[in-house]
């Protein structure tokens, strides 16, 4: 079964800094792209970052370049997004997800999510 | 920095079309896929590359796309249909990826 789990989320300071993990398994996690997003309170699907198999290639969404860093460890079926200088609207539930092989844009498995809350 | 633009709600009676659009500059150049997410639930692909169904999804979905504006029919909605709808697409240059603000569609 394929199955992506979120985990690092909590409560954290303006200014800090907070390390997300996605553990995956069911699947050759190596073959698959993989993104994050997030969902503040009540608010839509915001895509925060793109990585491609290798780690090679990587994009962030404006709101969070220079401030979050995506990573993989294929040996370890893991995902990461470090996250720093945190502000109060970061706060949302943070989703990693996988693309298809075949179809690109096509996100066919969703972790449940990890909240993280941004507040003093 | 890019953004596709989606109107915040479409609200029909059940068996009665809804139509739900996305806007943005580069679609002309990029394909749309359209995600259904319900209350509590990961979102769930309907809708890839402008027009194409997933197996699995029933055939009153159906999208289309032209110039600047691409649009989700769902033909005979039903109260299960409920949910919000986001468009996701790339800019121009392939680099960033979006998702449109999400339409809240009520079928009652």
């Known amino acids: 079964e394929v199955q992506l789990v979120e985990s690092g989320g909590g409560l954290v300071q303006p200014g800090g800094s907070l390390r997300l993990s996605c553990a995956a398994s069911?699947?050759?996690?190596?073959?698959?792209?993989m993104i994050w997003v997030r969902q503040a309170p009540g608010k839509g699907l915001e895509w925060l970052s793109y990585i491609n198999r290798s780690g090679a290639t990587i994009y962030y969404a404006d709101s969070v370049k220079g401030r979050f860093t995506i990573s993989r460890d294929n040996a370890r079926n893991s995902l990461y997004l470090q996250m720093s200088s945190l502000r109060a609207e970061d706060t949302a539930v943070y989703y990693c997800?996988?693309?298809?092989?075949?179809?690109?844009?096509?996100?066919?498995?969703w972790g449940q999510g990890t909240l993280v809350t941004v507040s003093s | 920095s890019y953004e596709l633009t989606q109107s915040p709600s479409v609200s029909v009676s059940p068996g009665q079309t809804a139509r739900i659009t996305c806007s943005g500059a580069a679609l002309p150049k990029r394909y749309v896929y359209w995600y259904q997410q319900k209350s509590g639930q990961a979102p769930v692909l309907v809708i890839y590359?402008?027009?194409k169904r997933p197996s699995g999804i029933p055939e009153r979905f159906f999208a289309s796309s032209s110039g600047t504006v691409a649009t989700l029919t769902i033909s005979g909605a039903q109260v299960e249909d409920g949910a919000d709808y986001y468009c996701?697409?790339?800019?121009?240059?392939?680099?960033?990826?979006?998702f449109g603000g999400g339409t809240k569609l009520t079928v009652l």
């Open positions: 996701y697409s790339t800019d121009s240059s392939g680099d960033q990826r979006v």
């Open positions: 997800a996988r693309e298809n092989v075949a179809v690109a844009g096509y996100f066919d498995s």
């Open positions: 069911g699947f050759m996690f190596s073959t698959h792209e």
């Open positions: 590359e402008d027009t």
